[in-house]
């Protein structure tokens, strides 16, 4: 990295509406992580910042998971390893890293495996033991006192928090089996908190003999305290110590079954977080219990900010009603501060595909962010007043997981370690604890679907800081600052005994339970029949999860209503805040992006005066009609409104704001169909495939992804001569401006139908390191060669220093100027199920097969302009509608918007942008000037130029990168013996995985219409 770059796109950052940065080292950093170069970089960043007026968040580690350092939190100190239980036959051999604990117990030896070196996501070295509390205070050393001592000036002002992220008990990625999470500091804490010698018994965490419940129980609750205890507490007191905010999120908090995977009871963790945080990653809506985990405990310990890293793994083509639709459901959910993924400082190499989107300067649309970020920034504010206006509790079932957590137990699977550990759990028991899960998962998608407000509540939480009583003189349960007076338990396979003694002291004093699904059988992992029997005395119990809501009904009111029928609302959720009086929020967001809703609305709670509808895109408010406590409701497609009800007048109140959407009859709209439309950006043609030769062997046999020959070269471990050959046809009838754009030209020899061409100074296309050659006049007609050739190929290694970690790195060359690009019809589209079970739209969808060519340029028409030569393109399309005497009180619509986002002019006059449904704008506005032409700029995104192209499962709504090479896991052995490419290189010729079609989603002005207002 360079300063001055970094300073750069720190201003790019504040023109694009964003409110702060995050200094964050990924996969693909070459500057030494923690170094004098690295802070002088983060030097410039502060100091740009500062003068930007933005704020700059510090991020803790090199990659992630966090705990490590970088790898100085292990290096030299085994006793910082993360470690594990496995066990292996009485008489075996120990595994490898193994110290045997105990006497064998049975048919089983107990084992303590300490994790190896060498392990590729820890620069070579290994996951540290976040239950260990020396090796987080080594932690704290090595990645949070050099930022406190270099910035510490500026800790809670113009830096306001360190975000920690994805840390787990256990990272079961290159992990012996079968592992439970261990750690010395277990066993003298298992003895404090229950009084006698664990190690008789860690068996039971393997094998169902007599009392395994109770003990799994305590096992995993002594996990968890010293996670929490060790890792989040101390980082936490760390921060607070230094005025900084602890904030950030844990590994897959997304389900009951992932926090046990990874062996993290997460909710009581946030406790400790000034601004508690979870990650949000796909395009996606159907994760709902990671956020209201998340809210909850924000709600119930007083913390006004609940962030979300958005957008990760969302892939490259997400549109601007993407980002909305998922930014509506976090904030529906609780969220109001929103940290995005990812700013690539470059997009060179292996970066390009590391989680896709890229949300910096590279892409076509960065010019019109700054839309998108004040309209998350106006709701996250507003969403961010008050409190939340919870109606009742349901009891969170995490203790359940642990409970029939009982191991596979696969002898194939005792040799090496599994590069993933993906099946940890017996088959019969996987099935009981992920019913637990799913139920749970499908009665919180029930209560937000009937348009209730609820917080869970946690065992561990209500153990420590809650109690049940009468509060504003009604019967309620409560944890710190929020009472419930209804409690919702869900299935559960064991209770607390905190939790049945609180719960029956509550219904003695009037309060309600509703039990929903399996009723516990144990308490604390024990028999107690007759204290269960107690409760369920005292417990409703609903005929299954769909009857809840009606129960609710019957018992609570909701305090919002709607008219319309069930089966039609249930992706309509609501989200509710109290201002204090009757002044009052209710945010409504419609999470169904292929219909529509129309019905009346029903919101009591509130006897204010005055309803208004704050318009977060437009800064605008108006004043909403209503009959009493009844509003007419019309929601298009992914659309949400904000509602004030408040007894003052706010003072833009007279702001004339659009009334919420309703679809425009086709019998009054005009079908506009005489569009001139034109390519504004250079066109490009990427070469990703190569024949090679190493030294003086033969040129390869046939050309293969160049993605897929930078795996082989890695898993041979090569160094030596490389020389590449990318091929390209040309069919233009004269010499165009065509640049030939190289990543770090400097490291090769690069010819051009032999020619020997150099880097001359252009400026760079799209990213800082995609720097372009003039080869116009040495293209000619029919075939053309590109050679890049270097006698110091050098493998990617773990080792240090960064600069030698991932060698030298090939990827594809592009061709950009002035000309079309043609290839043949391919296969056909297809589309991953995802797209069905995410119930998302699927794009117009296009295929195309190599050889492609180029072409002089042909004049483009309304439609998709992928097939009109335009395939790989990543620019911006004008479209022009010349004066045709349509009346000014009328709206323009984008029926489908084949694009990331528009903008409008009309007589060349700014009229808004359209990003979202109902995919219009109002085409004049008083005082403007007669009638005018219209102008729709176009603009695309990076997707149909980087990929995916070539996945035999089709078009995603997410990306990772496994999606580019076929290679789902994207984790092999330093060796190299578990690269799936070597199989295309040296034997079949292809992989399962892999198309050579390549696969196109639709850019174009679709039908468009102007309708009357």
Not at 350 to 364: E, V, W
Not at 414 to 429: E, I, K, N, Q, T
Not at 899 to 917: N, Q
């Amino acid at each position: 990295m360079e300063p001055d770059e970094v300073r750069r796109q720190v201003r790019e950052f504040a023109r694009a509406g964003y409110g702060g940065i995050m200094i964050h080292a990924r996969v693909g950093l070459l500057t030494p992580y923690l170094g004098e170069e690295w802070f002088q970089c983060c030097d410039a960043a502060i100091e740009e910042a500062a003068k930007q007026n933005i704020a700059v968040w510090l991020y803790d580690e090199d990659k992630w998971p966090s705990g490590y350092g970088g790898g100085a939190v292990v290096a030299g100190e085994p006793a910082h390893r993360m470690q594990a239980l496995t066990v292996r036959p009485s008489g075996d051999a120990a595994p490898p890293d193994c110290t045997a604990l105990g006497e064998p117990g049975g048919d089983w030896q107990l084992y303590v495996w300490t994790s190896p070196l060498g392990h590729p996501q820890f620069n070579g070295t290994c996951y540290a033991s976040l239950l260990d509390g020396a090796a987080i205070r080594r932690f704290l050393d090595v990645a949070y006192e050099p930022y406190a001592k270099r910035y510490g000036r500026d800790f809670g002002g113009l830096i306001p928090a360190m975000f920690t992220d994805e840390p787990s008990a256990l990272f079961r990625r290159r992990v012996i089996h079968p592992a439970v999470p261990f750690a010395g500091a277990v066993l003298p804490a298992f003895r404090e908190m229950f009084g006698y010698d664990p190690v008789p018994h860690l068996d039971k965490l393997f094998v169902e003999r007599e009392g395994f419940e109770e003990f799994r129980c305590r096992y995993y609750r002594v996990v968890n305290r010293l996670f929490e205890r060790n890792f989040t507490g101390q980082l936490a007191a760390w921060c607070e110590q230094q005025g900084i905010a602890l904030t950030g999120h844990y590994e897959e908090e997304g389900g009951l079954y992932e926090q046990q995977y990874w062996g993290v009871d997460i909710m009581p963790n946030y406790r400790h977080h000034a601004i508690p945080g979870i990650d949000h990653l796909y395009r996606q809506v159907r994760e709902c219990v990671t956020a209201i985990q998340c809210r909850s405990v924000a709600h119930q310990y007083g913390k006004t900010r609940v962030l979300s890293e958005v957008f990760g793994a969302a892939g490259q083509s997400i549109t601007f009603a993407d980002r909305k639709w998922i930014l509506d459901q976090q904030l529906c959910l609780g969220v109001n501060c929103f940290v995005e993924h990812l700013a690539a400082y470059t997009l060179a190499g292996l970066r390009k595909r590391d989680f896709p989107p890229a949300l910096s300067y590279q892409q076509p649309w960065w010019p019109v962010n700054s839309g998108m970020e004040d309209y998350s920034a106006r709701l996250s504010h507003a969403l961010g007043q008050g409190a939340y206006a919870a109606e009742f509790a349901v009891l969170h079932p995490q203790d359940s997981q642990s409970v029939y957590w009982t191991p596979e137990i696969d002898p194939g699977s005792f040799d090496g370690l599994m590069l993933v550990d993906s099946h940890p759990v017996a088959p019969a028991r996987f099935a009981e604890i992920m019913a637990i899960s799913r139920e749970f998962e499908e009665l919180t998608r029930r209560l937000l679907g009937a348009q209730r407000t609820f917080d869970y509540l946690h065992e561990a939480l209500l153990e420590d800081d809650g109690e049940a009583g009468t509060f504003a003189g009604a019967p309620g349960i409560r944890v710190k600052h929020a009472a419930y007076p209804l409690v919702v338990m869900p299935g559960m396979i064991t209770i607390r005994a905190s939790t049945l003694e609180k719960l029956l002291d509550f219904a003695a004093r009037g309060g309600k339970i509703l039990q929903a699904g399996r009723f516990p059988h144990l308490v604390d992992g024990r028999p107690e029949p007759e204290k269960l029997r107690l409760l369920r005395e005292r417990v409703r119990t609903a005929d299954g999860i769909g009857q809840v809501a009606q129960v609710l009904e019957e018992w609570l009111p909701p305090a919002v209503a709607l008219s319309s029928p069930p089966e039609t609302r249930d992706m309509l959720w609501a989200h509710r805040r109290s201002l204090g009086g009757d002044d009052a929020l209710l945010f409504l967001v419609n999470l169904d992006r292929k219909n529509g809703l129309r019905c009346e609305l029903n919101w009591t709670g509130t006897d204010a005066k005055n309803l208004f509808a704050p318009d977060a895109l437009e800064g605008k408010i108006r004043m909403v009609e209503r009959n009493g406590s009844t509003i007419p409701l019309r929601l298009a497609p992914g659309e949400s409104i904000l509602f004030l009800a408040t007894d003052r007048q706010p003072e833009s109140a007279d702001i004339p704001c659009p009334a919420p959407a309703e679809t425009a009859s086709r019998d009054s709209s005009k079908e506009l169909v005489r569009w001139s439309v034109g390519r504004m950006d250079d066109n490009v043609l990427p070469l990703d495939c190569v024949s090679h030769q190493l030294a003086d062997n033969a040129w390869s046999a046939r050309p293969v992804p160049v993605i897929a020959l930078q795996e082989y070269l890695n898993g041979r471990r090569y160094t030596g001569p490389l020389r590449l050959r990318y091929e390209f046809q040309s069919r233009l009838s004269s010499p165009r401006k065509t640049h030939l754009v190289v990543e770090n030209p400097q490291s090769w020899e690069i010819r051009v139908n032999g020619v020997v061409v150099h880097y001359d100074g252009l400026p760079w296309w799209k990213d800082i390191r995609w720097l372009p050659i003039d080869i116009g006049p040495l293209i000619r007609p029919g075939a053309n060669v590109v050679e890049i050739r270097s006698d110091n190929f050098r493998f990617g290694s773990l080792a240090d220093p960064a600069s030698d970690r991932y060698g030298t790195e090939i990827e594809p060359v592009l061709l950009v100027g002035d000309f079309s690009v043609f290839g043949s019809v391919g296969s056909g589209p297809t589309v991953s199920p995802d797209w069905h079970t995410e119930e998302l739209p699927v794009p117009p969808l296009a295929t195309l097969s190599a050889p492609f060519a180029l072409c002089d340029p042909v004049p483009l028409r309304q439609g998709d302009v992928v097939t009109q030569g335009l395939p790989f393109y990543a620019g911006r399309l004008r479209c022009v509608h010349e004066p045709d005497g349509w009346a000014r009180e009328t709206r323009l619509t984008l029926e489908d918007l084949m694009a990331v986002t528009a903008t409008v002019r009309v007589g060349g006059i700014e009229r808004g942008r359209i990003s979202w449904p109902p995919y219009s704008v109002r085409m004049s506005a008083p005082g403007d000037p007669a009638d005018g032409g219209i102008e729709v700029v176009l603009y695309n995104s990076l997707r149909n130029l980087l990929g995916p192209h070539h996945h035999s499962a089709g078009l995603f709504p997410g990306d990772r990168p496994g999606l580019y090479t076929a290679d789902p896991l994207r984790v092999r052995d330093p060796d190299g013996s578990e690269d799936a490419w070597a199989r295309v290189i040296e034997r079949i010729g292809t992989h399962p995985g892999w198309k050579h079609d390549y696969l196109f989603e639709a850019f174009g002005l679709g039908r468009t219409f102007l309708t009357a207002t």
